[in-house]
């Protein structure tokens, strides 16, 4: 599936729909079929625009998925396996800000082959989101956990790719997770429940890694600022500019060390 996206002919899918393609084509509801270029994709997101040389006056509804919350009705809509066209199905968001850099939203609609790059609308009609990934234990499992990338995301995705072909983002290579108090506890940081993301793991050559952070380093403050979430840290991240050397400060087996992390994007 894909979402009109602007009414020169812009198109957003997901990177995965269309990657080891030599040509797309594109389908339209009336019967008509167009040729698309790709304007540029985001893999890290899976998120891909195309562009086709016709007007398409009818474009989405976008919303602002900063609004959603978990219990909000959403309807996904696609074409199963290639066989149901523009079905619908109908959930709930089951959570929000899944992962700490490419958020997503979670939801019970059903998606499945064929509804990758459709959109996730809301009760007004409004997309708030693109559906994008299924999760299962085995092959055709049904266990109601599936995923789409909230549209905030993708606009500022969009914004990038149309302008300069690519997008452009700061790379830490660090995995970060947020305790709960059970493992607060167990890590014993030595600081109040509520502050400090865990260091995870960490690539190997990366600006974190280069700035010398250990797995069970706890993170607890970035250029100045207290990190007391994953949603504010990834917020604050973002915010950095592209090459910015900024001061960290973790604890280390309960001593407080400070490091200077470079920060560059991810080479190519």
Known sequence: MV????????IVTNYHVIV???RIAVHFSDGRRKYAKVVGFDQQNDIAVLKVNIRTPKVADLGD??????????LAIGTPFGLFKNSVTMGIISA?????????IQTDASINFG???GALINAKGQVIGISSAKFSIEKNDEIGINFGTPIDTVKEIFTQLIKHGRVARNWLGVGLNQLNQAGHKHFQPGIAFGVGLLVSNIEKGSPGDRAGLKVEDYLIRFDGVEVTSMIQFRELFISIPI????????LRKQKLIKLTLKLRERES
Request: hydrophobic share 30%.
């Open 96 to 104: 929000i800000d899944h992962g700490p850099f490419h958020p997503r």
């Open 3 to 10: 979402l009109f996206f602007h009414p020169d002919g812009y």
């Open 20 to 22: 080891g393609s030599s």
């Open 115 to 117: 509804n990758s790059g």
């Open 65 to 74: 998925s900063s609004l959603v919350r978990t219990g909000d009705v959403v």
């Open 243 to 250: 090459g910015k050397e900024v001061e960290i400060e973790v």
